[in-house]
Nanobody, 126 residues
Framework: QLQLVESGGGLVQPGGSLRLSCSASGFIFRTYRIGWFRQAPGKEREGVSCISPGETIIHADSVKGRFTISKDNAKNTVYLHISNLKPEDTAEYYC????????????????????WGQGTQVTVSS
């Protein structure tokens, strides 16, 4: 059974950093595209970062320069490093996965993903 589990969220002061983890099981991790999404109360889910099997990486314009996505195939884990956190980064963060036929394409569209984790909350506040 395919499963995604996020961790690493918490309460952070503005300007701080976090590393979110997405641990995967039940599928051939290295052949899947992995995306990170976030959803703040009252707002639509927003795609923030994606890494493809061939390690093509894209980030939303709103997070470029502050978010970094990486993966460790040996650990079946994708990481989202967030630096210089801002109050507007406060949201539930989700990772998502989908099998892809191509190694080098990425997507920040939620509808392009089939499997989702339960989310981890990030709160940025002083």
């Amino acid at each position: 059974q395919l499963q995604l589990v996020e961790s690493g969220g918490g309460l952070v002061q503005p300007g701080g950093s976090l590393r979110l983890s997405c641990s995967a099981s039940g599928f051939i991790f290295r052949t899947y595209r992995i995306g990170w999404f976030r959803q703040a109360p009252g707002k639509e889910r927003e795609g923030v970062s994606c890494i493809s099997p061939g390690e093509t990486i894209i980030h939303a314009d709103s997070v470029k320069g502050r978010f970094t996505i990486s993966k460790d195939n040996a650990k079946n884990t994708v990481y989202l490093h967030i630096s210089n956190l801002k109050p507007e980064d406060t949201a539930e963060y989700y990772c998502a996965a989908t099998a892809v036929a191509t190694l080098y394409t990425c997507s920040l569209t939620a509808a392009d993903y089939n499997y989702w984790g339960q989310g981890t909350q990030v709160t940025v506040s002083s």
